[in-house]
């Protein structure tokens, strides 16, 4: 199953699993894009399901979760669905009801979703969590704020429910990817180095996955950076930031 399937990374994960015949759940919330994606995939030997709503929506989003522990959890589920904020061209600050609709759907809706599969694949010994983080989540960006603080919720979760869930065959993968060509990372302020196609991050993503690897973050040496900033004291990590052009 993935979440966001409609966006960049979502719609490349979800023709890289098509193509070894998988069965897919693809959430999204655009019908017609969804639809689309959906008639690739069948075209490359999957069998899919689609459901179309906002995970923002909380009370949905906990009605699709019974829907799903009821209907039988799927062997693995990537958190995929996520949006960006930003404090704006001139620097003005970000708008509490756009952080709301953040948290909601990067933390929240997440969150929900993976307590609820966690609980399912721990009481059947088996199965696979993937919670799509960022390099972001390593030190926060003064231009986007909101965005790098959910990412690291993202990342803290899913590697303490990684050492609770291991003992039940259960395994947990976060997802560090830095730059990935789409339409919500053009949008973002600052540069971009070393940005990826999307098919290539899937790729990795896979590999990763299959591995159960704790984290899987790319592309080197961006990650590798972002790692030393969190380490780093940090009125150097400060100072980097903002020589690199996202000091806000």
Not at 10 to 32: E, H, M, P
Not at 214 to 231: D, H, T
Not at 233 to 248: C, E, F, H, L
Request: charged share 15%.
């Amino acid at each position: 199953m993935i979440t966001g399937a409609t966006g960049s990374i979502g719609g490349a994960l979800a023709r890289t699993y098509a193509k070894d015949g998988c069965s897919l759940v693809l959430q999204g919330r655009n019908a017609d894009q969804l639809a689309l994606l959906s008639k690739e995939c069948i075209a490359l030997g999957a069998d899919v399901s689609v459901v179309s709503f906002d995970l923002s929506d909380l009370e949905m989003t906990q009605r699709w979760c019974g829907e799903l522990v009821a209907g039988g959890v799927p062997d693995i589920v990537i958190a995929n669905a996520g949006i960006n904020i930003n404090t704006g061209a001139e620097q003005s600050g970000e708008q509490w009801s756009q952080m709301e609709d953040l948290l909601n759907l990067n933390v929240k809706s997440t969150m929900m979703l993976i307590h609820h599969m966690a609980l399912a694949m721990k009481q059947r010994k088996a199965g696979q969590l993937v919670l799509m983080s960022s390099l972001a989540a390593y030190y926060g960006l003064p231009v986007t704020p909101s965005y790098s603080a959910s990412k690291a919720a993202l990342k803290a979760y899913a590697e303490g429910i990684r050492g609770w869930l291991a003992p039940h065959n259960v395994g947990v993968t976060v997802v560090m990817p830095g730059y990935v060509s789409s339409d919500m990372c053009h949008a973002m302020p600052g540069p971009k180095p070393f940005m990826l196609a999307p098919e290539r991050a899937a790729k990795a993503i896979k590999q990763g996955v299959a591995k159960n690897r704790a984290r899987i973050s790319f592309p080197f040496p961006l990650n590798f950076g972002c790692w030393w900033l969190a380490v780093l004291p940090s009125a150097i990590s400060q100072r980097i930031v903002k020589w690199m052009n996202y000091g806000g």
